[in-house]
């Protein structure tokens, strides 16, 4: 009998249909209690007939209580996800047996490569490698090569890798550098890649912490000082010089105190030369807010020398003109080009027109081979043509490249 017809789908007996009030001539006390043992027995050979359908399907009694193992000796019959297992199959039994026998991995190798082909580690990535070409999902090395490319840093540090791709086509790469835990990301749409931008670390804070540190520790303190004698100051500092009499210091204020011979505030540097601090070695260097002007003096063994101006480019060119009776004078360099041809053009634009027409010298450089110089004016010929208030023009008949030096004089 099927071990399923064995379901109690009601109850034997039912109580409550007995009559309130047991009668002799309704219901015995014999006829009670079999009404009351007739569930338990009934309940008894049920379970019985349940235990021997079970003990049925075993050859042996022991085979209840005997420890099951699957085998991998022998042939194997039956389905495996549906499919059947042909016992005259060797790979497909090979594959079973090796699962068997692999007691960590619990896959096929198969399923592992899958596995790890998606989502695991990968082989490292050696020299000529562009990161570009990333793109597989899973955990990447990096070799120290400098010939791999695309890195966020040119350093060629071992760094770690890891890519994870979603959908849309979208990958993002994320790389560690080992040496300094440094990392950084960037994202690939599908055609471009982003640039790295660096992940804030606790190593950046380091650093940053670190950069901060050092400007406070080595800071300038940029004060303020107001009708101090300049000689006094012999000790390293940065300072803003604010000389108040009843206003803005005049220049003979400031000079006064010891300062350059200009009026209103200044800022002024003093460096001693000396370790010793004092006033035996000082270098003073002053600058004007309003003129721009700038200004040094030294004192050493309690002499100190008079202010000095340091030149400009105006200064330089005011010079100049004050040397030349007024007159503006330019100077500069030109290379005519190596063309081969009997003759050369190389056009000068003066950096500052003229009001007109200046004089202009022309020469050679000393450099131009000696071949080229040649023993006399005709082999050598060049000249200067076209001059104007912006510029002129050179002329020379050689075939290679030379430099001329020019010098312009007018108003």
Request: charged share 10%; hydrophobic share 35%.
């Amino acid at each position: 009998m099927p071990i399923i017809d064995n379901k109690i789908l009601t109850a034997m007996t039912n109580v409550q249909n007995l009559a309130r009030k047991p009668t002799p001539d309704i219901l015995t006390y014999q006829q009670l209690q079999a009404v009351f043992d007739a569930g338990p027995e009934a309940l008894r050979v049920k379970l019985n007939a349940l235990i021997d359908g079970v003990i049925a399907d075993y050859e042996t009694q022991s085979d209840l209580t005997t420890t099951r193992k699957l085998s991998a000796t022998g042939d194997f019959t039956g389905t495996i996800n549906g499919a059947p297992i042909v016992a005259s199959d060797p790979g497909l039994q090979a594959t079973v047996v090796s699962h068997l026998a692999d007691v960590v991995k619990h896959i096929t190798g198969a399923e592992r490569a899958q596995w790890t082909a998606k989502y695991g580690i990968q082989p490292e990535i050696v020299a000529n490698t562009d990161l570009n070409t990333i793109i597989v999902n899973g955990a990447y090395t990096i070799g120290n090569s400098a010939s791999i490319t695309n890195k966020p840093s040119p350093n060629a540090d071992w760094s770690m890798l890891e890519v994870v791709g979603g959908n849309g086509g979208y990958t993002i790469q994320k790389i560690t550098i080992v040496s300094s835990h440094l990392a950084y990301t960037r994202a690939y749409n599908g055609t471009t890649w982003t640039p790295w931008v660096s992940l804030w670390t606790q190593d950046n804070g380091d650093i940053i912490s670190a950069q901060i540190t050092a400007l406070t520790t080595n800071k300038v303190e940029l004060k303020k000082l107001n009708n101090i004698q300049c000689d006094t100051l012999c000790t390293y500092g940065e300072f803003i010089i604010e000389n108040l009499f009843t206003g803005i210091a005049t220049a003979a204020q400031n000079f006064g105190l010891g300062y350059p011979n200009e009026a209103g505030y200044m800022s002024l540097t003093v460096k001693p030369n000396l370790a010793n601090g004092s006033n035996n070695g000082v270098t003073y260097i002053a600058t004007v807010r309003d003129s721009a002007n700038m200004w040094f003096k030294l004192q050493s063994n309690g002499n100190t020398s008079p202010w000095k101006k340091i030149l400009t480019q105006t200064d330089y060119d005011t010079l100049c003109q004050s040397l030349s009776g007024g007159k503006k004078i330019q100077s500069g360099t030109a290379t005519t080009a190596n063309t081969g041809g009997p003759a050369v053009n190389a056009v000068v634009t003066f950096p500052i027109a003229f009001g007109s027409a200046p004089s202009v010298i022309l020469t050679p450089q000393n450099s131009v081979n000696s071949s080229q110089l040649g023993t006399s004016v005709s082999t050598f010929p060049y000249s200067i043509y076209g001059i104007s208030t912006t510029g002129f023009t050179i002329v020379s008949n050689q075939t290679g490249a030379v430099t001329y030096c020019w010098q312009a004089i007018g108003n």
